[in-house]
């Protein structure tokens, strides 16, 4: 079993840029697919990119592409999401999880071992 936890989120302008870090501890993190969601209030949990443990391969919802970058690090055990330029309507609770498929499927019921999520609240 692996363990998430999720830090970086907080308040930011429309335009701006944060840092998401997902510090995973526990099983061997390197050998994981891994993915960041989010979830909005009023809203189903939604795919936001992956990442391939195995040649550092890398999805997008369409939503997000050309604005955020996931990345690894497999000797600190973390994943990041860098995101830029910010929206209003990327204001949600970030999320990271393991993906439970060999191949990545951009569902939430393809990802388990959920962190605790970190709020990220974009102001105009």
């Known amino acids: 079993q692996v363990q998430l936890a999720e830090s970086g989120g907080g308040l930011v302008q429309a335009g701006g840029s944060l840092r998401l870090s997902c510090a995973a501890s526990?099983?061997?993190?390197?050998?994981?697919?891994m993915g960041w969601f989010r979830q909005a209030p009023g809203k189903e949990r939604e795919f936001v990119a992956a990442i391939r443990w195995r040649g550092g391969s890398t999805t997008y919802a369409d939503s997000v592409k050309d604005r955020f970058t996931i990345s690894r690090d497999n000797a600190k055990n973390t994943v990041y999401l860098q995101m830029r330029d910010l929206k209003l309507e990327d204001t949600a609770v970030y999320y990271c999880?393991?993906?439970?498929?060999?191949?990545?499927?951009?569902?939430?019921?393809?990802?388990?071992?959920w962190g605790q999520g970190t709020q990220v609240t974009v102001s105009s």
């Open positions: 999880a393991v993906s439970k498929t060999l191949v990545v499927v951009p569902t939430a019921a393809s990802f388990g071992s």
């Open positions: 526990g099983r061997t993190f390197m050998t994981f697919d």
